[in-house]
C-alpha cells in the first residue's frame, strides 16, 4: 500500500529538550516536504527536498532542521523545541514538483 | 494576511442541503488542488484544476478554476454526513518549489 508514515503520533514535551519526528515514503518520490498545521492557517510548509541532499527552506524554517540522506526518509529536528512550535506536523512526498501531495497521518506536538 | 482565503471558515448544515465555498486570491496561479481532510488524518487530493474557466466534477462535488485563474469554488450538491471534514485549497503560483494553502473551511453536515 502507497502510504507515508510519521512516528510518533502524539508527543509531549519540554522547552529545549532535542526532539526528531521520522517521516517514510514507499512510493520512489522525489519530492519531500514538512508542513505546521494551525487554526485559521492552513498548512504552511517548514522544508522541502527535491532529492537525497538536496534541502531548502519553506515559509515558516526558523527552529527547525531536516536531512535527506536516504530517498524514502525525511526526519524533522526540532533542536530546541518552544512552546510556539506546539502545532500539528504533517509529512508529506510528491512525484512532481507542485503535484498532488500525498500527507502522513500528521504528529500532535505539544511543547510545555 | 493569506495569499489563499478560503470562505467560509465554518459551515454547518443539514444533510440534503446544497454548499458552495471559496477560495480567492489577487495572484495568478498555474493550477489549483483542493483537498479533503478527516479528522486524525491528513488531507487527501480531491482534484486539481489547471485552465481558467475549468469545471470538474466528482459525484456530488463540483470544482471550478475562475476564468483569470485567480479563485476557485468547490459546490456540493445534496450533501451527506460523509462530506464532513476540513476543505482546504492549494495553489501553484508557478514559480519557486512550493504550494501555498489557504485556510480552509470546516464543514459540519449533521443528519
Known amino acids: 500500500e502507497a502510504q507515508v508514515t510519521q512516528n510518533p503520533r502524539y508527543l509531549i514535551t519540554v522547552t529545549g529538550k532535542k526532539l526528531t519526528v521520522t517521516c517514510s515514503q514507499n512510493?520512489?518520490?522525489?519530492?519531500m516536504s514538512w508542513y505546521r498545521q494551525d487554526p485559521g492557517l492552513g498548512l504552511r510548509q517548514i522544508y522541502y527536498?527535491?532529492?537525497?541532499?538536496?534541502?531548502d527552506k519553506g515559509d515558516v524554517p526558523e527552529g527547525y532542521k531536516v536531512s535527506r540522506k536516504e530517498k524514502r526518509n525525511f526526519p524533522l529536528i526540532l533542536e530546541s523545541p518552544s512552546p510556539n512550535q506546539t502545532s500539528l506536523y504533517f509529512c508529506?512526498?510528491?512525484?512532481?514538483?507542485?503535484?498532488?501531495?500525498?500527507f502522513g497521518p500528521g504528529t500532535r506536538l505539544t511543547v510545555t | 494576511t493569506q495569499l489563499l482565503e478560503q470562505s467560509p471558515q465554518f459551515l454547518s448544515i443539514q444533510e440534503g442541503e446544497n454548499l458552495t465555498v471559496y477560495c480567492n486570491s489577487s495572484?495568478?496561479?498555474?493550477?489549483l488542488q483542493w483537498y479533503r481532510q478527516e479528522p486524525g488524518e491528513g488531507p487527501v487530493l480531491l482534484v486539481t484544476?489547471?485552465?481558467?474557466?475549468e469545471v470538474k466534477k466528482l459525484k456530488r462535488l463540483t470544482f471550478q478554476f475562475g476564468d483569470a485563474r485567480k479563485d476557485s469554488s468547490l459546490h456540493i450538491t445534496a450533501a451527506q454526513p460523509g462530506d464532513t471534514g476540513l476543505y482546504l485549497c492549494?495553489?501553484?503560483?508557478?514559480?519557486?518549489?512550493?504550494?501555498?494553502f489557504g485556510g480552509g473551511t470546516r464543514l459540519m453536515v449533521k443528519p
Open positions: 492549494a495553489g501553484d503560483e508557478g514559480a519557486g518549489n512550493m504550494l501555498t
Open positions: 512510493m520512489n518520490h522525489e519530492y
Open positions: 508529506a512526498s510528491s512525484l512532481y514538483r507542485v503535484g498532488e501531495q500525498y
Open positions: 527536498s527535491m532529492n537525497v541532499e538536496v534541502t
Open positions: 495572484s495568478v496561479f498555474s493550477s
Open positions: 484544476v489547471v485552465t481558467g474557466g
